[in-house]
């Protein structure tokens, strides 16, 4: 990896830190959704960097892809994942964090973070991704609580959010082993639940696959505003300023209807079991990792 990357990379890093930091102070009862991701994402923008992707406010059962739609009426309580994330000229920082506002999960939230430190700790080239698996599922277990066996951690990549390498939060068949150079999001998720996810139907983060020609404008206009996201994920209500909001959605479904488009639906806990989420970015060493959200 060059100078210049790694030093990018660790600007993300310092960026999402603070922001993460800064950020549980919006984490309060009856909050505004909407008000927390944009306050958070202002301040990603404040502090000199570019939204990764849209700010996940994920509340009970709801474990990963929930961005506050236009004028959301959802508000904060019970327990509450921020999945934030920043970029540098493309280079990725991605972060999360729980705060159980019930005062009812604190041994589930504790085990979670347990998970995160030990699979972290064992994050060096040549670590086999199962043995990462293998050590947060048996943390989390052993406190009495699953791992959410279907999501994963994940490499990044310059403009790449899910870039190749997969960290699995149990055991996996394969032997894939980490490298020298990598930088990967190790994110494990807990619940009192079934230990999976499912896909509800509503999405409001999308992804730009192509730039496919249409003959509506404001698809056009929508393809145009994407190029410079380079396909990092984007959340609709972004555009409602640039776009009148109805004709936005007709967009979306445009470009969606001819595969120009991903959308990412939100995801539930499988048994309507209770998330939590904690994650760090961290780029690997010759001799173990760094920490750049840290």
């Not at 301040?43 to 994920?58: D, M």
């Not at 709801?62 to 327990?79: C, F, M, Q, R, S």
Request: charged share 25%; aromatic share 6%; net charge negative.
């Amino acid at each position: 990896m060059e100078p210049d990357e790694i030093e990018k990379y660790m600007k993300a890093g310092k960026i999402a830190s603070d922001v993460r930091q800064w950020s549980m102070g919006l984490i309060k009862e009856g909050a505004p959704a909407i008000d927390v991701a944009d306050k958070i994402e202002a301040r990603i923008l404040e502090l000199g960097a570019h939204i990764a992707f849209p700010t996940n406010v994920c509340i009970g059962d709801v474990a990963a892809h929930y961005a506050p739609k236009l004028n959301d009426k959802t508000e904060i309580g019970g327990v509450v994942s921020i999945d934030l994330g920043v970029h540098v000229d493309g280079f990725i920082a991605d972060t999360a964090y729980t705060v159980d506002l019930s005062g009812e999960y604190k041994k589930m939230l504790k085990a979670n973070e347990a998970a995160l430190s030990r699979a972290i700790s064992l994050v060096k080239p040549g670590v086999s991704v199962c043995e990462i698996g293998r050590a947060v599922q048996e943390t989390i277990t052993g406190a009495g609580f699953r791992p959410i066996e279907n999501l994963t951690g994940h490499e990044v990549k310059q403009y790449e959010l899910h870039a190749g390498l997969s960290i699995p939060n149990v055991p996996v068949p394969y032997d894939r082993r980490i490298k020298e150079g990598m930088v990967i999001a190790i994110e494990p998720f807990a619940t009192d639940g079934a230990g999976r996810i499912v896909e509800g139907k509503h999405a409001e983060i999308f992804s730009l696959i192509a730039g496919k020609p249409s003959r509506i404008p404001e698809s056009r206009t929508l393809i145009n505003l994407l190029q410079e996201r380079h396909g990092l994920p984007f959340a609709a209500h972004w555009y409602a300023k640039r776009i009148n909001p109805l004709k936005l959605t007709l967009a979306i479904q445009d470009i969606l209807s001819r595969g120009a488009l991903k959308a990412h639906p939100v995801l539930h806990e499988k048994e309507e079991g209770t998330v939590s989420q904690f994650e760090h970015t961290v780029m690997v060493t010759k001799d173990g990792c760094v920490v750049t959200t840290r």
